[in-house]
């Protein structure tokens, strides 16, 4: 009976062993014999923690900048649409002198919008060495630019004069141009930032294309 005192300290184990330098939380279960002649702790360590860090990778200033301007090919085509609206509101012309000289440039050149909708899709939207985005948004840009031309097409072929037609003519513009400097002030914005920006049905359009 002497070593009875020896097993009993040779079978507790020792304090080093119990306690885990880096566990979270510890769940001690007490296990004894019918004996009382020793005791035994179970620690249970929690799982590790998977933590997922999700990088946001920006676009690059260049590519911001292509698309930003992809989109003026459509506002400037639909400047067109405005006239009703800046001779009943004269002071919104203020607003364009600060790219009136590009806008004079611009329809300055012979052909100008058709060169630019053939170089903006030949050179850049059927172009793989421009990234997705750059594509994407200037297809947008076409494709807006090409919905620009039916109401043009439509007053050619009802041609109304006065009366009801012009009523109709005028609301129809400045729907229009409302419409597209709506759309050039949303694509801009996200372009500026670095956003991909989604026109309603153009975008659909736009990415079947791609």
Do not use: W
Not at 56 to 63: C, D, K, L, M, S
Request: proline fraction near 9%; charge should be positive.
């Amino acid at each position: 009976m002497s070593s009875l005192p020896l097993l009993r300290l040779s079978l507790r184990p020792s304090p080093q062993t119990l306690k885990p330098p880096h566990s979270l939380f510890q769940t001690s279960t007490v296990v004894r014999s019918p004996n009382s002649l020793y005791k035994s702790t179970l620690l249970i360590s929690p799982p590790s923690t998977l933590i997922c860090n999700s990088s946001y990778q920006a676009v690059p200033a260049t590519e911001r900048l292509i698309s930003a301007v992809a989109y003026c090919l459509p506002f400037f085509n639909g400047l067109q649409y405005g006239r009703f609206v800046f001779t009943q509101y004269p002071k919104l012309g203020l607003l364009l002198d600060p790219i009136l000289p590009l806008l004079n440039l611009y329809r300055s050149i012979p052909y100008a919008s058709f060169v630019a909708f053939f170089a903006l899709y030949l050179g850049v939207v059927r172009n793989p060495s421009f990234t997705r985005y750059v594509r994407f948004n200037s297809m947008q840009a076409v494709v807006l630019d090409v919905l620009l031309v039916l109401p043009l097409l439509v007053q050619r072929v009802f041609s109304p004069g006065s009366g009801v037609g012009l009523r109709l003519l005028v609301t129809g513009y400045n729907a229009i141009f409302v419409f597209i400097v709506m759309c050039f002030g949303y694509s801009l914005g996200h372009c500026i930032v670095g956003r991909t920006p989604y026109l309603p049905f153009v975008a659909d359009a736009a990415d079947r294309q791609l």
